[in-house]
């Protein structure tokens, strides 16, 4: 099987989009956030188009799955980085989100050196949808005041965190299957 295959080539071409988002936000012309609105949206259509052709073609492969998640992680914290250098978000909201993402990242390695999967789970299908729709409401509205889009800003904060929460009791659960400890000596074993 080939390692750059047609969902790898998207999750590559995601990659390579990034620098471009950032040049077109923080360059201080009239188009820069409609240029950059366009490009992001390209960018994040290909995370659901590239993990299709994988399962779809069976062209599942280690680079994919290692890249894919990269992908995402390097789009949103480098639109967050920028929407904050001006100071269209707060700097708490970014840290909370990308504090996230690295922190479930971690939490993916560890896990697979204890023979763990951790897959990914409907909440964090709909996290990357709300932070990716919360992101473009970002680029695009340029009213600093508009409410709706300050609710979605809190909607992907709350919905990154409960996604995370739920990354970290999955872990265990899978830590645990893995080792082979009984289902009653995990209920009871506090640590």
Do not use: C, H
């Amino acid at each position: 099987m080939r390692l750059l295959n047609v969902p790898n080539s998207l999750t590559l071409f995601r990659i390579l989009l990034v620098p471009v988002v950032v040049v077109a936000l923080l360059e201080e012309t009239n188009s820069g956030s409609a240029i950059a609105a366009i490009v992001f949206a390209i960018a994040a259509s290909t995370d659901g188009l590239d993990g299709y052709l994988a399962r779809s073609r069976q062209s599942v492969t280690g680079l994919g799955r290692v890249m894919d998640p990269i992908a995402d992680k390097l789009l949103i914290a480098a639109a967050l980085i920028s929407l904050v250098s001006l100071d269209r978000l707060a700097l708490w909201v970014a840290m909370v989100i990308i504090a996230r993402e690295f922190a479930v990242s971690a939490l993916r390695i560890w896990a697979s050196r204890q023979g763990a999967t951790i897959a990914s789970s409907r909440i964090a299908k709909l996290k990357t949808g709300v932070q990716v729709a919360a992101v473009l409401a970002l680029i695009v509205v340029s009213d600093e005041a508009a409410v709706w889009v300050d609710a979605l800003v809190y909607a992907a904060v709350a919905i990154t965190v409960i996604s995370g929460v739920q990354y970290f009791a999955s872990a265990r659960r899978g830590i645990d299957d893995a080792r082979g400890r009984p289902l009653a000596a995990r209920r009871t074993d506090p640590g």
